[in-house]
């Protein structure tokens, strides 16, 4: 941050240990209200509220990020195009042409007026005998998709155009205003811009799908109002995108007895956005937040667990801010073990980073592909993956693509960025001893990595997986006392995961995965939370799996 500063030619100062420059580039207030953190790459305007961290700031100033490695979806890691289809010329205009009586009455009762309907050519579509409500996705000017819903009494469905872009609903305002309002569905879009918020837009596939192109499409934006249905999915997912939007120019709109905007301008009138919030100062809590989420954390499934019940009694599950350290002596599964929590993860709609030095992208998805088709890659067969397409595709899991050199700023920095770009909920990293190589100050580079690994899991509140190696092989079961490099990495971490599997009287000197028997003893060496204890795993190697068995097995 401080060459940054240099490099823009910013005047500053030091001041209660931060640098304090006297120009901001967002607002251009020239009175040293704008400060830079350069311990956690952060800023903060007090005039305008405008903060963040360097990705956002390099942005807003056209540089290019340097610092942060390239990060690959699991789709761009095994080489998938994705086919754009859009709806065919007129369509749009054809359906709200054909809009029938039913269709609206049907609007007519939820307040949408013959206005609205004309504005986003809300329309009717006739198949197979049942009516659909279309819903025209505009993006520049021109029709990139349209969403339909069943018509009650017919049960609630969707559907959209095959292959069709996925922008946000009323996409065009965002070039026209400075401020906007995101809803949680078209219905509540379109009752905001009928009493005058012109600046609406509504996000087309639910809560837990917030693309990562539209925190770019909102990057200008000097304020954003998030008003999400008041319900279990809606308001921890309005919390949720207001970190990755930016907790000081995002608000909360929140009403207790009303379930979203729809319903609220049935009842009322005026809309009192000075009453949404926003979230607490970083760094500061009180103590109900405190309360009410030690209380969630037990009635809401909302942990990080494995795909193993045996092995998620045994940690209880990884929680906000918990630094986990996995370690075992080399070619035992660390890898394929954590790939196994991303992949699990990421198929349950949990964004996961996964971000390995040993392996590419490519190898990375080729595990995950072998582990849900159970075959070894080599005897995978296009009809095998073909059943899994659907599975695949849907998964939030993103690789690092390293290139150039590597060093714990642009380590820390691409997880930043990740968090807010995609959502991630979930970041292994493997692996931690790759961050030292120097031979005279490892030690001291390793307790470094451990805390800013430590520090970090607070500041992006999600859990992280440390893949770490142990000082020796003996072939005896190692213990967290054993981690190589430093005992304060053993002090950092929340709890540690061991890994062990007997070699093979015949692969004594071999060091491939096959050389260990498949039974796997994960035990819980050391924890802040849990009395510690043993689990039983069986490993298929060939298929890069591993899957739960008795103790007695």
């Given amino acids: 941050m401080r060459q940054l500063a240099k490099s823009q030619g910013w005047e500053v100062k030091e001041r209660n240990g931060q640098l304090n420059a006297k120009w901001c580039p967002f607002c251009s207030d020239n009175d040293w209200h704008f400060y830079l953190d350069e311990a956690k790459n952060a800023f903060f305007c007090h005039k305008c509220r405008q903060g963040g961290y360097k990705p956002q700031i390099l942005r807003h100033l056209g540089l290019q990020q340097e610092k942060v490695q390239a990060v690959k979806s699991f789709d761009e890691a095994v080489g998938v195009t994705k086919v754009i289809g859009k709806p065919k010329e007129g369509k749009a205009y054809e359906l709200h042409s054909a809009i029938t009586v039913n269709t609206r009455d049907y609007l007519t009762s939820r307040g949408i007026n013959a206005e609205s309907i004309k504005q986003f050519q809300l329309g009717t579509l006739i198949e197979n005998g049942r009516e659909w409500l279309s819903f025209p996705y505009i993006k520049d000017g021109e029709c990139v998709n349209i969403k339909y819903r069943s018509i009650p009494p017919a049960q609630k469905e969707f559907k959209r155009t095959t292959g069709g872009e996925s922008c946000l609903f009323n996409h065009d305002c965002i070039a026209e205003n400075d401020e906007i309002i995101i809803t949680e569905g078209e219905f509540d879009a379109v009752t905001l811009w009928q009493h005058g918020y012109k600046n609406v837009v509504s996000i087309p596939n639910g809560v837990n799908n917030f693309a990562p192109e539209w925190i770019d499409q909102l990057s200008g934006l000097k304020k954003i109002y998030i008003w999400y249905d008041n319900d279990d999915k809606g308001k921890p997912e309005a919390v949720k995108i207001a970190k990755r939007l930016g907790i000081n120019r995002t608000y909360i709109v929140q009403f207790h007895d009303v379930k979203d905007a729809n319903e609220y301008f049935r009842l009322f009138d005026v809309l009192p956005l000075q009453d949404a919030y926003r979230l607490e100062v970083e760094g500061i809590v009180s103590f109900y937040q405190v309360a009410m989420r030690s209380v969630l954390n037990e009635t809401i499934e909302n942990d990080i667990i494995t795909p193993w019940n045996n092995v998620n009694k045994l940690i ?217 204890g043993d689990a039983f795993l069986h490993f298929e190697s060939a298929v890069s799996n591993f899957m739960q068995i008795a103790p007695d097995r």
Wanted: glycine residues 4%; proline residues 4%.
């Fill in 316 to 532: 209880g599950g990884m929680k906000s801010g918990q630094l986990t350290a996995l370690l075992a002596t080399p070619k035992t599964g660390k890898t394929t073990f954590a790939l196994n929590i991303a992949s699990y993860n990421a198929k349950n709609g949990r964004p996961v980073l996964f971000y390995c030095l040993e392996m590419t992208p490519l190898q990375l998805a080729q595990k995950v592909i072998e582990k849900e088709c159970l075959r070894p890659f080599s005897e995978l067969t296009q009809a095998v993956v073909e059943k899994k397409k659907s599975t695949l595709q849907a998964m939030p899991l993103y690789f690092t693509l390293n290139h150039g050199a590597l060093n714990l700023d642009k380590v820390l920095e691409t997880m930043r960025f990740a968090t807010q770009r995609y959502g991630i909920e979930l970041i292994v990293f493997d692996n931690l001893h790759f961050l030292s190589r120097s031979e005279t100050h490892s030690e001291q580079e390793l307790s470094n990595a451990s805390k800013s690994f430590k520090l970090l899991a607070n500041e992006l509140d999600v859990p992280i997986i440390l893949i770490t190696q142990p000082r020796k092989n003996s072939g005896a079961i190692i213990s967290s006392a054993d981690i190589k490099g430093t005992s304060s990495i053993h002090a950092d971490v929340d709890q540690v995961i061991i890994l062990h599997r007997k070699k093979t009287k015949a692969s004594l000197e071999e060091e491939t995965e096959s050389a260990f028997e498949p039974r796997t003893l994960v035990r819980l060496d050391a924890s802040r939370y849990m009395p510690g």
